[in-house]
């Protein structure tokens, strides 16, 4: 099940909405507070507070892919993850690196089919 911490009027947000559109991937919609870059208000004091327990950071958009374990910020990363794991086209799947936990939390990293390299919060 992927779950995506997003807000209405957000274009980054915009952009992991449309990709998941395009790939016709089923999600569950989160809006835990307004769009800013410093964090706008809250409006969905549930979810905001499952956007800080999942990820530890006040940023959407935030994607949870619960079935592979992955957690995402920044629209760019979210966008190339889900070109590589759900877009039924393409050759080559997105592999996930997890590495032992930091004191900062468990981090690993994300290699796309273009091979670019994404940070995961895990």
Known sequence: MLELYQAEGCPHCAKVRDKLSELGVSYVSHTPRLPGGEGGDVVNR?????????GDADQIP??????RGVRL???????AYLDGQYD???????TVEVHKPTENGLRGTVAGVAGRLLQVVR
Do not use: K, M, W
Not at 46 to 54: G, R, T, W
Not at 73 to 79: F, G, H, L, P, W
Not at 88 to 94: L, V, Y
């Open 62 to 67: 935030f994607l949870v892919d619960h079935d």
């Open 88 to 94: 039924g086209s393409r050759e080559a799947r997105t």
């Open 46 to 54: 549930q979810a905001y507070d499952e956007l800080l327990a999942l």
């Open 73 to 79: 910020y920044e629209s760019d990363a979210i966008v």
